[in-house]
Every structure is written in C-alpha cells, then in structure tokens.
C-alpha cells in the first residue's frame, strides 16, 4: 500500500496511507506513537484499516443505506501536494467521485483531507465540496484511534452536561459528570455520540500524559472502546487491544451536513501533546 512520509523540520512525524486517506501514525517531536494501529489490520483495497484516522464519509455507522461509515475509508486516494515548511510538514489527499462512489451515492463531489504536522500538534483537516448540481448531505467524522498505556487509567473531560445517545443500550442520555473514567467496568462498551460538543476541548489524561483534542466545524464527538467481548469478535484486532486504544472521533452526525450545489464545507480535529 502507497504510503506517505511526513517529518517536520521538528522531527515531528505523519504517515498516511493513499488508501482510505488514511492517517496512520502520528509522532509529536521528542515523543512516542500517540495512534493505536492494530497489529492485526488488514491493509488490502477495498477493507477498511483499523486504527489510525479512518475517515467516515458519507455516513456515520448504519446510520443510512451505505455500507458501514460509508465508502472514503475504503477507496484509494490521490496525492494531492506535499511540503515541508518552516516549522511543520503538510500533506494534502483528494477522493473524488467515481464509478465506485456513485454506485453508492449519486452526487458528483470533492473531498480534501490535508494533515499538519509539527512540534507537539496535528491538525487533520477534511473538506468537503459539491461539485454536483443538486444539493447533497452526509454525515461524517474523524475516527481517531488514540494509542493508551493502560484503558483502566484514562479519563476524558469536557463533556458535562451534554446529552448524548448510547449505542450500545440504544438510549439518550445525560454526561452529568465531567469525568469519564473510560476502564471503569460499567462503562467498558463505550460507545457513545455526544451532540453539540462543538468547539469545547476534550482533554484526555493518562498518567502524566494528556492530549487536547480540538474541533472546529465539527458539532459532535464520539467516544469509543469495544471493551474485551466486542473486541474479541473484530477479526483484525488482538484480544487484549481494546485495553491499548480509545477512538475520540470528531463528528456531524445529529444534524447532517447540508451543501447546496458549488458549497464546501470544512472541519478540523487538532490534536496537542501537553
Ligand atoms: O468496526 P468499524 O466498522 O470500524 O466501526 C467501529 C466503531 O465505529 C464507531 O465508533 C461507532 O460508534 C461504533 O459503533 C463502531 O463499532
């Protein structure tokens, strides 16, 4: 699979996969791998790459008739441009429509995602454009696989008093602490969408360790960990890989994107290692 290198002037590092449009590993400068990429993954055309960024468009889950998070994690991308500047690195993917996307959905569109990288940050962000001559809507997100030490000792913060829908117990329900203990037993199973999080930053904390994630354009995020059974039934991850990784993915679901003919729509996930 075509692979793309990014180091920053920094020594920060990217790679990203042409296929899916896929963020794969991010190294901060002086820092270790801070993305989960499941030593079981498959990395072949049409499959979907577990762990990284995989990028959910146009459609979010089963949430509509495509196939599960829609087609751009599965398809190749193009190279669009790459360069290194002063203080970053960046890189720059199209998808475009095709025979492939359209024989799931009959919109004629362009979709950017370019990725910065530099000193202790990265910043993914993806662009939509309608290119056709009708209006078009999706759902999407930044599925953000982060890497942990250790599930039982992470906690994520920022999301007090937003509602937000289990998926798993197919209930609404209200984030009434600002701690999520994401190891503790009621909670392995996460699987939650919380709506209107908007530019609130969500900081996770693992020991000494916390990464900021940042959202803009995007109004949702979902938290996500398959927990030990899920896990065990995902043919592409190790048993015991639930308890390395926790998915923080920015998101629009709820109130899907709308773009008349000729219109864009941009969001951006940032992610800093404090
Ligand atoms: O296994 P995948 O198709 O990659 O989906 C992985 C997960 O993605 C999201 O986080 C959804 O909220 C989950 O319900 C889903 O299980």
């Known amino acids: 699979m075509s692979t793309i290198e990014l180091t920053a002037p920094d020594g920060a590092r990217a790679t990203l996969s042409l296929h899916g449009g896929h963020l794969l590993s991010w ?16 990395f072949v055309p049409g499959r979907a790459i577990r762990g990284g960024v995989p990028v959910c468009f146009p459609q979010f889950a089963e949430r509509g008739p495509l196939p599960k998070h829609g087609f751009a994690r599965t398809l190749p991308w193009e190279l669009v441009s790459q ?18 996307t359209r024989a799931h959905w009959p919109h004629a569109f ?42 039982d000792a992470v906690s994520v913060e920022g999301l007090s008093g937003l509602r937000y829908f289990d998926s798993v117990k197919q209930a609404e329900a209200l984030q009434r602490m600002d ?9 392995l199973d996460l ?12 900081v996770v904390t693992e020991e000494r360790r916390q990464v900021v994630f ?4 995007f109004d949702d995020a979902v938290v996500w960990n398959p927990g030990p059974d899920r896990c065990a039934k995902l043919a592409d991850m190790p048993p015991d890989g639930w308890s390395e990784m926790l998915c923080l993915e920015a998101a629009n679901i709820g109130r899907p994107i709308e773009l008349p003919p000729g219109e864009s729509w ?8 404090l």
Do not use: M, W
């Open 83 to 100: 360069e290194q500047g002063r203080d970053d690195a960046l890189v720059v993917l199209r998808l475009r429509d095709s025979d492939a």
């Open 214 to 217: 940042t959202h803009q354009g």
């Open 110 to 151: 362009e979709l950017e995602l370019s990725v910065r990288v530099g000193g202790r940050s990265i910043d993914i962000e993806l662009a939509c454009e309608n290119l056709g001559d009708a209006p078009l809507q999706f759902t999407t997100a930044l599925h953000t696989y982060l890497r942990v030490a250790d599930l």
């Open 191 to 202: 699987d939650r969408i919380y709506f209107g999080v908007k530019e609130r930053p969500l």
């Open 179 to 187: 701690l999520l203990l994401t190891g503790e037993k009621g909670v």
């Open 266 to 273: 941009v969001g951006r996930q940032s992610l800093a290692l």
């Open 27 to 42: 190294r901060p400068a002086g820092a270790p791998e801070q993305l989960y990429l499941s030593p079981r993954s498959e």
